[in-house]
């Protein structure tokens, strides 16, 4: 499997900047994409209509949303469905970021309600997981990865593939603070997941891509891409500008 190299833009930049950002970035990346990477760019909805088109021009670089509601369509009034995603070009979707989870209040339950939907819909899913630094500080890294991983891939054995499903480790400590976690964290982490995955999904698991977010910035990208079980990064801060973003597409 290709490395995913992946950008949240979060509630950043207008649609013109949106679309420039993305314009500059394929054109930085234009005959530079090595064989073995992949690039996602997550931006706002508003300019998925005009970032996707630009992004999907470019091979091996697509688009993904956020979040979205897990619903074919219906009453459900500022939310938005995986077709209406699709519809605009969209090839992922995040589910469960920390800052869905912490900020909006989302619950494993409802987490794992997306992942199920999302790959039942056609999108491919990112599941993303990860402790506080008070529940590290207690001990509990595994036991919150493995409740985070056990509830949001609840009902995907046999829809969930390497190709369609990934998770993403994402420490919330490590978010926006500079604080990177440090390759020994990593790994230890990451060995962690691959582990629940293959337990959860035995013919899959071995191959599902485990991304690594927080703080990834152009200069630990290249050390921390090539850690064991190390398949990707999400990156929030360092993505919204496309220069440093390609730097680490090709760290
Ligand atoms: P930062 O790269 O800004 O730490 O954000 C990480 C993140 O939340 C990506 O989803």
Redesign the pocket.
Known sequence: MKKLMAA?W?MYKTVAEGAATAAELVGLLDGRLPADREVLVCPSFTMLSAVAPILSKTPGCSAGAQNFYPAGQGAFTGEIAPEQLLDLGCAYA?AG???RRHVLGEGDELVGRKVTFGLGAGLRMIL?VGETIEERRAGQVETVLARQLEKGLEGVLGTATAGNLAV?Y?PVW????GEVAGPAEILAAHAFVREKLVALLPTEGASVRILY????KPDNAGIIIRLDNVDGV??????LKADSFSQIVLA
């Open positions: 949240n979060k995040l970021h920390s800052e993303c993403a994402e490590a978010i926006g603070t977010g927080g703080s990834v999400l990156v929030g801060g360092a993505s």
